[in-house]
């Protein structure tokens, strides 16, 4: 029950900030933002929720919050949603809020997020090339998130949410073991 409400919550947040940043002309900047933020959270996220602690004083959550601002170069509209979060003891669902804020702005502007894993980076042709294809494939904007990971040997492999492409070296060899076994 509280993982609706939290995510109700969430929404509620990430809408506000949307239509507030949109409505000041600094959607774009935010967006760039909150992609920043949820690396930052996606490392740890543990010391952010630590913000929502009822006995540690505002004044002093604030200058923590200004020194994250100071730190990644965050916007002042940023910077005051941050406030107005810990202000609320929202810390716990900012990643949440981060996530809807981002769902939202890439539905708005038709941009598909794709993770993609290579066993090496790719050069700025294969990528301007692997970037058209997807954009072909999902009719959207495409913004790749690049993953190195040589244990694939080669290829790739391509995530856009429950889509799941495996064109990578350790798949087809893994494929043609498995026909040598007979097992398939």
Same mark, same amino acid.
């Given at each position: 029950m509280k993982k609706n409400s939290d995510l109700e919550i969430a929404s509620l947040y990430a809408q506000s900030i949307y239509d507030g940043a949109k409505s000041v002309g600094d959607l774009a900047t935010v967006y760039k933002e909150m992609m920043l933020l949820r690396e930052v959270l996606q490392q740890d996220?543990?010391?952010?929720? !630590?913000?929502d602690n009822p006995l540690w004083p505002l004044e002093e959550k604030? @200058?923590?919050i200004e020194s994250i601002? !100071?730190?990644?170069g965050l916007c002042?509209?940023?910077?005051?949603?941050? @406030?107005l979060v810990i202000e609320n003891r929202k810390a716990a669902v900012f990643p949440l809020i981060v996530e809807e804020f981002i769902k939202n702005y890439q539905d708005a502007n038709n941009i598909a997020e794709v993770k993609v894993?290579?066993?090496?980076n790719l050069s700025e042709k294969q990528d301007k090339l692997l970037k058209e294809k997807l954009a072909q494939i999902f009719n959207k904007t495409i913004e790749v998130d690049y993953d190195i990971n040589p244990q694939i040997l080669?290829?790739?492999i391509i995530q856009y949410g429950t889509n799941f492409i495996d064109n990578s070296v350790k798949q087809k060899l893994n494929?043609?073991?498995?026909?040598?076994k007979g097992a398939k």
């Amino acid at each position: 029950m509280k993982k609706n409400s939290d995510l109700e919550i969430a929404s509620l947040y990430a809408q506000s900030i949307y239509d507030g940043a949109k409505s000041v002309g600094d959607l774009a900047t935010v967006y760039k933002e909150m992609m920043l933020l949820r690396e930052v959270l996606q490392q740890d996220s543990a010391e952010f929720k !630590k913000l929502d602690n009822p006995l540690w004083p505002l004044e002093e959550k604030y @200058k923590v919050i200004e020194s994250i601002a !100071k730190q990644f170069g965050l916007c002042l509209s940023m910077t005051n949603t941050l @406030k107005l979060v810990i202000e609320n003891r929202k810390a716990a669902v900012f990643p949440l809020i981060v996530e809807e804020f981002i769902k939202n702005y890439q539905d708005a502007n038709n941009i598909a997020e794709v993770k993609v894993i290579t066993a090496i980076n790719l050069s700025e042709k294969q990528d301007k090339l692997l970037k058209e294809k997807l954009a072909q494939i999902f009719n959207k904007t495409i913004e790749v998130d690049y993953d190195i990971n040589p244990q694939i040997l080669g290829g790739l492999i391509i995530q856009y949410g429950t889509n799941f492409i495996d064109n990578s070296v350790k798949q087809k060899l893994n494929a043609l073991e498995q026909l040598m076994k007979g097992a398939k």
